[in-house]
């Protein structure tokens, strides 16, 4: 019997690990990427001898790449648990040494990052955030005493919506408005659908501690002030398992995924974008590429933004229900600038950690700007990235390679980013120059580039120039948050951050499993496995 054939649309981490799922169900999956290199948002920029990760730098549960790494052909692991007992153990978090599990150091070095995150405010005082309930508190006493009792019912109420909306509800797929209704009201019990920002102002007082328990939703697109308090279980995910590096960055850990795909039979073409995506009487039966080129398939998985999916990959008259009015009705995430940039080392510099985050004079009036009004506002808060202090190989000797991530409006805006940019660029590396982050940095430079909301438009095909899909609002959440099984095309799936579960790079790897789960389903290749439970016992609950 012939092997049936897969196409994926886009080498990013969520369709690289789509890919490598449905190699392992028995598909001939080749994935067709535009760029010259895998790795989309993760694309790898080489200058002057340094090397910069282009995008996502924070990775978090190790189990979930050792999960891919484990894949063999015909053994696609999907009605196994999504958290095996022993990542649930309480000693599972490793603190030193290699985090990578045996089959994932097959293939690449994974360590642990301490601390998580330096967070700077605007008067110079920091925070050093690294998950461990002593040193949390100790820190909270030292800034903000007053704080340390509302600390503790933070902690237990985060702990619950992490157990039910991570633990419990992460993996399922919110296919039909019933799927979702049967959880909503225990989201309400856990207080998991109001305002983040609400709900972490009632338990500290300290504008301070309201930033660094509230700014994580930012790294996947999300407004503080509007995302769901069910995100508040970034904070348990990252206490859980840790904060990890992989050694030579993020685009050493897509390069090994390649590898393990290519090892079990899958196929790589790059520089191959998708002109369309051929539909035959409402089913999908492949992708024409702008060369004319038309490759088969029985199914079909767009890793690409979500909206130049339907709105430029898929004919209007396929598209009964993500027509462009309701496309573009969604709301878009904030885009990025992002500055990478070169520099001598000193032995007397500042004690910068791996990951800091410099918050500006202003949060919640920066963040309306950003995200509501999209005007370029007078200040700046970023996320200084200086992976050399852990990994000397990605520099020249003697040198660090930096990037420096601003949020900025997307590109609904109507900001002319070839003058903005360099403006704003001038701006930041003089910041860290002054305020004495990286001091003499103008003299110490050896190289200097950045993007803008325009290469995440042009380059990427990112709508608006948008950096993370559809912005994480409760009705862009779970059943309201664009579907991994197209409702308009069989065989047409999506992948990766604009689908659900949401942006991140372990969601989107939980977005990879969920979307070959429906293929699975769909086409009869796992029959006993239906959201990785098998039939047999779903039929018994």
Known sequence: MARRKAVVIGAGIGGISCAMRLQSLGFDTEIVEALDAPGGRAYVRRADGFVFDMGPTVLTVPHFIEELFSLQQDHAMLGEPDFPQHVLDENSRIREGNSGGPNTSKYLEVMPILPFYRIYFDDGTFFD??????????????LAPEDLEGYEAFHEQ???????????????????????????????????????????????????????FSFEPLLVGGNPMKVPAIYAMIHFVEKTWGIHYAKGGTGALVQAMITKFEEMGGRLRLNAPVEQIEVQKRVATGVRLKTG??????????????ATTYMKLIDKSHRRINRDMLVKFRKQSMSLMVIYFGYERRENDPDLRHH???????????????????????????????????????????????YTLIPVPNNASGLDWAVEGPKLCDR?????????????????LKHKSFI???????????????????????TQTAFFRPHNKSEDVRNLYLVGQGTQPGGGTPSVMMSAKMTAREIARDLGVAEHVVNGVPRETEAAA
């Open 129 to 142: 955030y690294d998950g461990d309930p002593v040193s949390t508190r100790e820190q909270i006493k030292r």
């Open 158 to 212: 985060a702990r619950a919506i992490f157990q039910r909306g991570f633990l419990q509800l992460g993996y399922t797929y919110f296919g039909s408005l019933g799927s979702m209704l049967g959880v909503v009201p225990d989201l309400f019990k856990l207080g998991a659908v109001q305002p983040l920002f609400s709900l972490i102002s009632k338990y500290f007082k300290s504008d301070k501690m309201r930033q660094v």
């Open 293 to 306: 080129e038309t490759i088969a398939a029985d199914v079909v998985v767009s890793n690409a933004d979500y």
């Open 356 to 402: 800091n985050i410099i918050l500006g004079p202003r949060y919640e009036a920066l963040l309306n700007e950003i995200f509501e009004k999209k005007v370029m506002s007078p200040d700046f808060s970023q996320y200084l990235h200086i992976p050399t202090l852990t990994d000397p190989s990605l520099a020249p000797p003697g040198h660090h390679a930096a």
């Open 428 to 444: 930041v590396l003089t910041f860290l120059e002054e305020r004495n982050y990286i001091p003499d940095l103008a003299a110490r």
């Open 452 to 474: 803008t909301p325009d290469y995440f438009a042009e380059t990427l095909g990112s709508y608006l120039g948008n950096g993370f899909g559809v912005e994480p609002v409760l």
